[in-house]
Nanobody
Framework: QVQLVESGGGLVQPGGSLRLSCATSRTIFSFYVMGWYRQAPGQQRELVATITSRNYTNYAASVKGRFTISRDNAQNTVYLQMDNLKPEDTAVYYC???????????WGQGTQVTVSS
């Protein structure tokens, strides 16, 4: 059974920072594109950032320059460093693993990020 274990969410003031982590197995980490998505109340889930096994990254326009996705191959973990957070970043953040050929996709359980003063 594939597991994506997320951590790092919480409450932060506008302008603050948080780092999300997502740990998985070596097989998943080596062959899947890892990504972060988010879903705010009443809205559809949207892409935040992705990173390939070769460290190619992609970001949503709304987070570019503020968020950084990275991966630690030794720990089979992907991170999302979120800086200069805004209230509109408030959402449940989900880790995702996607096989580019088969399109098999796995999701984490989600972690709440709330940006509020």
């Amino acid at each position: 059974q594939v597991q994506l274990v997320e951590s790092g969410g919480g409450l932060v003031q506008p302008g603050g920072s948080l780092r999300l982590s997502c740990a998985t197995s070596r097989t998943i980490f080596s062959f899947y594109v890892m990504g972060w998505y988010r879903q705010a109340p009443g809205q559809q889930r949207e892409l935040v950032a992705t990173i390939t096994s070769r460290n190619y990254t992609n970001y949503a326009a709304s987070v570019k320059g503020r968020f950084t996705i990275s991966r630690d191959n030794a720990q089979n973990t992907v991170y999302l460093q979120m800086d200069n957070l805004k209230p509109e970043d408030t959402a449940v953040y989900y880790c995702n693993a996607l096989h580019q050929v088969t399109r098999t996709s796995y999701w984490g359980q989600g972690t709440q990020v709330t940006v509020s003063s």
